[in-house]
């Protein structure tokens, strides 16, 4: 199952969000959430959180709904989550669930490891969302912004944006969509 694409949607059933921009993270998985909704509007949205994670809730939360809705499972942290959240989430790739989709959001480092690597050969969707932080990265982002905007702006107002708005990158974000 999870080497298939909801047709749909479009949407794999895994879907593994990577790197510590999360500007970037936080857009990813809200693409996710709308293309999912788009077969799906009533999709039932499970938010698993690493501090105070108990054994099993990613089980229960899995498990099918009363009314049959498809669910979408977001485990944001996993770089920071408890030995059970992560053994837990290993046993759910064993053997995923019918009608839901789970996201992971891993920001950097060694811990969760073995999952990002279940996941890749689980053949998850890998989102990439590398830190900006060099002004050329910050240029690159503003020309992005402006693209998906259907805008065009130049080099010279590029480079004047990026060193008046400064290193935020919510901040570059939100002065691309004033302009």
């Given at each position: 199952?999870?080497?298939?694409?909801?047709?749909?949607?479009?949407?794999?059933?895994?879907?593994?969000?990577?790197?510590?921009?999360?500007?970037?993270?936080?857009?990813?998985?809200?693409?996710?959430?709308?293309?999912?909704?788009?077969?799906?509007?009533?999709?039932?949205?499970?938010?698993?959180?690493?501090?105070?994670?108990?054994?099993g809730a990613l089980a229960m939360h899995a498990s099918p709904s009363l009314f049959g809705e498809d669910k979408v499972i977001v485990v944001r942290g996993l770089h920071e989550?408890s030995d059970a959240l992560q053994q837990d989430v290993l046993a759910y790739l064993e053997q995923p669930a019918e009608d839901v989709t789970l996201v992971v959001l891993h920001?950097?480092?060694?811990?969760?490891?073995?999952?990002?690597?279940?996941?890749?050969?689980?053949?998850?969707?890998?989102?990439?969302?590398?830190?900006?932080?060099?002004?050329?990265?910050?240029?690159?982002?503003?020309?992005?912004?402006?693209?998906?905007?259907?805008?065009?702006?130049?080099?010279?107002?590029?480079?004047?944006?990026?060193?008046?708005?400064?290193?935020?990158?919510?901040?570059?974000?939100?002065?691309?969509?004033?302009?």
């Amino acid at each position: 199952m999870t080497d298939l694409v909801d047709v749909r949607s479009g949407v794999p059933p895994l879907v593994l969000v990577t790197g510590p921009e999360e500007l970037l993270a936080e857009r990813a998985v809200d693409q996710v959430l709308a293309d999912l909704r788009v077969a799906s509007p009533e999709i039932e949205l499970v938010a698993v959180e690493t501090a105070g994670y108990e054994a099993g809730a990613l089980a229960m939360h899995a498990s099918p709904s009363l009314f049959g809705e498809d669910k979408v499972i977001v485990v944001r942290g996993l770089h920071e989550a408890s030995d059970a959240l992560q053994q837990d989430v290993l046993a759910y790739l064993e053997q995923p669930a019918e009608d839901v989709t789970l996201v992971v959001l891993h920001s950097s480092g060694n811990r969760g490891k073995k999952v990002l690597d279940t996941m890749k050969k689980s053949r998850a969707r890998v989102v990439e969302c590398p830190a900006i932080k060099s002004d050329r990265d910050k240029a690159d982002f503003v020309t992005g912004e402006f693209r998906r905007a259907r805008r065009k702006i130049a080099p010279d107002a590029v480079q004047a944006l990026v060193e008046a708005v400064g290193k935020d990158l919510r901040e570059l974000a939100s002065a691309c969509t004033q302009l």
